[in-house]
């Protein structure tokens, strides 16, 4: 009897240990891998996650961006259509020669219109006319360039303002005038000598403005 | 008897072997199971992390490319846009706000005394370079150049006026006249006629028949508003 219970003992002792140690071991692969790769593993990817919702916001915010570039560039485009209906009076110039040869010629005709005269001491000069280049050229605070052009006359006083007057209404050109010395004529005629100061403003390079 | 309990023990033991190795087996057998389990988890954890890797990738590119491209554009077109909205200000104030020398040239024609014979010797308009500031070389020159241009302007004009009568009655109503230029009075201000009663001319000797005497006419404005058309 001795030896039956004991046989019968000893098995299942090493039954249960090796059930238990069957248990250990059993769960031990599980559990390791669910702590040793999926747990990191599941870390990184809810990382990459946040990371591509943050991408995501960021390109949201970017999108905006670029919307407000292109509505900057449309507002250019349209300011610049604008501007160049503004200065379809300005004149084209020669900035070389400092010269606006439209308007001088418009200029010319004006003052052949009205009769204006050389003065006598530029009558005897080759290619001497009543308007010329004044060599200079000016530069507003954004950009806009004047060029200065001369008349130099004798004529009759309303001649003279009538010329005035039509030459500052020229649609064509915008036309500023500086300065007008108006000398009376020494023999008490009616013949007086006008020097007239203009400066015609320049048509600008639109396309070039800001770039 | 002996025998019998022999194989009854027998059996029992085989029945323990048995049932210890069912059961270990079903253990190791669950436990491989749920290490395929876990191993399913890890695999779709691994392949969603190389998604959200790929598509963080692609986004990243994708801002990297519009944010070097917007870095580009946007302060071009800021300062394009603000660029020819300045120069579209610049233009409508020269259209607009330039001053017109005809409406001076036309007072000066329509504008006489009634009492008197008047007429000038010298008319002159030029700007005032003061209030411009000066006008030196370069950008800066050039700058004053263009404000003085569209800035004030002074009007010195000078001439004889055939007096026939009082001076101080003249004098009356050259003030008033002055007051009827509009032209000078919106672009050089109101004209102050100074008449040099020294200096008159008396033709055959009788001052009170008729004189001619010497006239300064001067304005200018300090502030040049427009109103032209």
């Known amino acids: 009897m001795a030896a039956k219970g004991t046989g019968s003992s000893g098995d299942w002792t090493a039954g249960i240990v090796a059930i238990v140690a069957a248990l250990l071991l059993g769960s031990a692969l599980p559990i390791g891998l669910y702590f040793g790769l999926y747990k990191p593993k599941e870390k990184q990817r809810i990382e990459a996650q946040n990371k591509l919702e943050q991408l995501k916001t960021d390109m949201q915010l970017m999108i905006a961006r670029s919307d407000r570039v292109r509505g900057l560039e449309e507002d250019g485009v349209a300011v610049a259509e604008r501007l160049k209906e503004l200065e379809v009076p300005f004149a084209v110039s020669d900035p070389e020669k400092m010269d606006v040869p439209e308007a001088r010629a418009a200029l010319l005709r004006l003052a052949e219109k009205h009769h204006l005269g050389l003065r006598p001491e530029r009558q005897q000069q080759l290619g001497a006319e009543v308007v010329f280049i004044g060599g200079d050229r000016i530069e507003f605070e954004k950009g806009l360039k004047a060029t200065k052009l001369m008349i130099e006359a004798q004529a009759y006083y309303h001649d003279f303002g009538r010329f005035v007057s039509e030459m500052e209404s020229l649609e064509q050109f915008v036309i500023i005038p500086e300065s007008l010395l108006c000398k009376g004529d020494t023999n008490g005629g009616t013949d007086h000598v006008f020097i007239m100061v203009v400066y015609v403003v320049e048509r600008r390079d639109i396309d070039a403005i800001g770039r | ?229």
């Not at chain 2, 607009?96 to 008319?123: C, G, M």
């Not at chain 2, 700058?143 to 004889?160: D, F």
């Open chain 2, 1 to 229: 008897m002996f025998e019998l309990n022999l194989i009854k023990d027998k059996a029992k033991a085989r029945q323990r072997r048995r049932v210890i190795f069912l059961s270990v087996v079903s253990i190791l057998f669950l436990a491989g199971l749920l290490a395929i389990f876990v191993g399913s988890l890890f695999w779709k954890e691994t392949t969603d992390l190389k998604t959200a890797n790929n598509e963080i990738a692609t986004v990243e590119k994708k801002l990297t490319d519009m944010k070097s491209d917007l870095d580009v554009r946007e302060p071009a077109a800021r300062k394009r846009r603000n660029s020819v909205i300045e120069a579209w200000y610049e233009d409508v104030s020269v259209r607009q706000d330039r001053p017109y020398f005809s409406p001076i040239i036309k007072d000066l024609v329509e504008h006489h005394p009634s009492t008197a014979r008047f007429w000038y010797n010298s008319v002159s308009i030029s700007t005032n370079t003061e209030g411009a500031g000066p006008r030196g070389t370069g950008a800066e020159g050039a700058a004053a150049s263009a404000k003085a241009l569209m800035g004030t302007r002074g009007l010195e004009a000078g001439g004889y006026i055939q007096i026939e009568g009082s001076d101080i009655l003249t004098e009356v109503e050259l003030r008033t006249i002055a007051k009827q230029m509009d032209g000078m009075l919106k672009l050089v201000g109101e004209p102050k006629f100074t008449l040099d009663v020294s200096a008159e001319v008396v033709p055959g000797g009788d001052s009170e028949a008729s004189r001619y005497v010497p006239f300064t006419m001067r304005a200018a404005q300090t502030q040049f508003t427009s109103n032209a058309p």
